[in-house]
């Protein structure tokens, strides 16, 4: 899809991907702990969701990618930034707070989109009911404390004239309560 966005691309045009990591991260040691131990602690049904995926014959674990694919396919000026997204509302702050809500409802209501990756890692139906039963309750967890990384990556196709050298920022920003970390 990079490549094909490239040839299709006028000199000076830009591409930008968006994309959530399948790696999420926990605030405090509870969150971390969570994550680590509770297979249905959004952890779990990440890496759950990468197993099925490739036994489907899909990868979706692209955000580890995507920079690389830009720069590849002949884009310059790459840059990639990540946005760290609250899967709950539990943040003070009155942004982050809304778009944990927006986000848990989200996952909430995405759970039949996945549920086949699921099946193809093994599950059988009664296994899937009650780990996306369980799951739906670790998403309002009040205690769970977990940002769900969001990948940005763009690219400019460069003009003729350009000597073609490929030219990319390694900047990778985590951007928090408007902050650049």
């Known amino acids: ?44 049904w990440m890496d759950l969701m990468k197993e099925g995926s490739l036994k489907l014959g ?29 899967i709950s509302p539990w943040s003070s702050d009155p942004l982050e707070k809304e778009l944990g809500r927006l986000h848990q409802e989200n996952l909430y209501n995405a759970v039949g989109a996945v549920v086949k990756m699921f099946y193809a890692a093994g599950m059988s139906q009664e296994e899937v009911h009650n780990y996306v039963v369980d799951y739906r ?33 390694t900047e990778c920003e985590t951007e928090l309560n408007g902050t650049k970390e």
């Open 137 to 169: 309750n670790n998403l309002h967890d009040p205690r769970l404390k977990i940002y769900h990384p969001w990948v940005v990556v763009y690219g400019r196709k460069p003009n003729p004239e350009e000597d073609g050298n490929v030219q990319s920022d």
């Open 1 to 44: 899809m990079v490549k094909k966005a490239f040839e299709h691309l006028r000199p000076g045009g830009w591409v930008e991907y968006q994309e959530f990591s399948l790696d999420v991260l926990g605030v405090d040691d509870y969150s971390k702990a969570a994550l680590r131990d509770d297979p249905t602690a959004y952890q779990g």
């Open 58 to 86: 899909r990868d979706i674990d692209v955000t580890p990618k995507l920079k690389n694919w830009l720069i590849e396919a002949g884009f310059v000026d790459v840059v990639e930034k990540q946005i760290l997204v609250p």
